[in-house]
T-cell receptor, first 113, second 115 residues
Framework: GEDVEQSLFLSVREGDSSVINCTYT??????LYWYKQEPGAGLQLLTY?????DMKQDQRLTVLLNKKDKHLSLRIADTQTGDSAIYFC?????????????FGSGTQLTVLP | NAGVMQNPRHLVRRRGQEARLRCSPM?????VYWYRQLPEEGLKFMVY????????ESGMPKERFSAEFPKEGPSILRIQQVVRGDSAAYFC?????????????FGQGTRLTVV
């Protein structure tokens, strides 16, 4: 079955760039997503990328997709303390009419002052 | 435009009781998805529903769990005879009819604690 893997922890200093990595196994993945979860809160969609794209930029966020290696990354420029959260990578193969997402276990980002 | 609303936010049940979790999708959204997040894990898909129809329940445990999305009212995830292992955060997401935009919006979740 599908599998999505992420490293569990990342610490960066305020103002530095953060890079969160994700690998997936499903070659039929159509969309790949990054979600942010703050303590006690739900998931906030940060950005997503379609599988025929290599890169997507949205303000401080840059998503890179290497489809050959099934590797996805999220770069946060000028990381702030408010960026401290758990970041989930997710993929959807969108088979049939069911749009269920397969999530990684999440990367806990800690931003140090 | 209110987001996906889940209630209650926190629910405590004794072993053997029933838990009922509610999800009101965003306005105009006819598709609802339920996910479960066990402690320190990612979300796992449970079930996908449209109004009065279960489309995909491949992630639902075979026993004690059921879901519905009636013509009127919220979607309900029901867990009968809860056990400690059911303690988790349950998230609901909704999306509009599938047109190519695949964004699904998540609620804040219901945190179920079984004591």
């Amino acid at each position: 079955g599908e599998d999505v893997e992420q490293s569990l922890f990342l610490s960066v200093r305020e103002g530095d760039s953060s890079v969160i990595n994700c690998t997936y196994t499903d070659s039929s993945s159509t969309y790949l997503y990054w979600y942010k979860q703050e303590p006690g809160a739900g998931l906030q969609l940060l950005t997503y990328i379609f599988s025929n794209m290599d890169m997507k930029q949205d303000q401080r966020l840059t998503v890179l997709l290497n489809k050959k290696d099934k590797h996805l990354s999220l770069r946060i420029a000028d990381t702030q303390t408010g960026d401290s959260a758990i970041y989930f990578c997710a993929e959807s193969s969108y088979s049939g009419s069911a749009r269920q997402l397969t999530f990684g276990s999440g990367t806990q980002l800690t931003v140090l002052p | 435009n209110a987001g996906v609303m889940q209630n209650p936010r926190h629910l405590v049940r004794r072993r053997g009781q029933e838990a009922r979790l509610r999800c009101s999708p965003m306005k105009g959204h006819s598709h609802v998805y339920w996910y479960r997040q066990l402690p320190e894990e990612g979300l796992k898909f449970m079930v996908y529903l449209q109004k009065e129809n279960i489309i995909d329940e491949s992630g639902m445990p075979k026993e004690r769990f059921s879901a519905e999305f009636p013509k009127e009212g919220p979607s309900i995830l029901r867990i009968q005879q809860v056990v400690r292992g059911d303690s988790a955060a349950y998230f609901c997401a909704s999306s509009p009819p599938i047109t190519g935009n695949t964004e699904a919006f998540f609620g804040q979740g219901t945190r179920l604690t079984v004591v």
